[in-house]
């Protein structure tokens, strides 16, 4: 199951996932692999479980990022564009541009700017070249508005729970283009949502799962401000 893919490293963590059904493709298996997220996880990083980063902030269980890679993964191919709104520790925007390529781009944005500064020391720590190539930026701002600059994406993933979808992730995806996003009150029921939007500019919803992930709020609320 995977809530018992836990590893004694790195390469056994992602053994496990991927013998218990979670890992699926080649593609998620290999950036999972070259990914060390004990680079991102000071505490207990091959438990398949969620463990804290501060700030009110967790780093997903990796069965959920292995999850969230492999629904996204047609749209993460070799120069294709990405947006992870919660990047926290910077483990799975680093995943998302290890399978976009050298001729893709990866934004990855946070509010809490030490966060965004910690992701950025984690990704130094064994990735340094996919930030000074650009294929990678982490930036600070309100995730629930997108990061226009770099606009439109093919893949959108949220890590954090919205009470609706936010219509600026919508405007900000291709056509073609798929989101993820945890949808559902915070300590109330929540639901991971699959939206993919069509040519027309219209979307379809797929409810997948239930979940619990902490809420995409505002910087004082999730600070206890």
Not at 58 to 82: C, D, F, K, V, W
Not at 84 to 100: F, H, K, N, Q
Not at 141 to 155: C, N, V
């Amino acid at each position: 199951m995977a809530w018992r893919s836990h590893g004694r490293d790195n390469n056994d963590l992602i053994s496990q996932l991927k013998s218990n059904g979670v890992i699926k493709s080649e593609i998620v298996e290999a950036a999972m692999r070259s990914v060390d997220r004990g680079h991102y996880s000071a505490r207990s990083p091959y438990q398949d479980s969620p463990q804290s980063i501060g700030y009110a902030v967790t780093i997903s269980a990796p069965h959920m990022h292995a999850y969230a890679l492999e629904i996204l993964q047609s749209h993460l191919q070799p120069g294709m564009r990405a947006l992870d709104v919660g990047s926290g520790s910077g483990y799975l925007a680093v995943c998302m541009a290890e399978m976009v390529g050298e001729s893709g781009k990866v934004v990855g944005i946070d509010h809490v700017k030490e966060l965004v500064d910690i992701s950025i020391d984690n990704v130094m720590k064994g990735k340094a070249e996919l930030l000074t190539s650009g294929r990678l930026q982490l930036v600070v701002g309100d995730g629930r508005r997108g990061f226009e600059a770099s606009a439109p994406y093919d893949a959108i993933h949220v890590g954090a729970a919205s009470d609706g979808v936010p219509e600026a992730l919508i405007r900000q995806l291709k056509p073609g283009g798929r989101l993820v996003i945890p949808v559902g009150p915070e300590h109330g029921d929540q639901h991971l949502d699959l939206i993919d939007k069509m040519a027309d500019g219209t979307t379809t919803t797929q409810r997948l799962m239930g979940v619990r992930y902490v809420p995409l709020t505002s910087l004082n609320h999730q600070l206890g401000r």
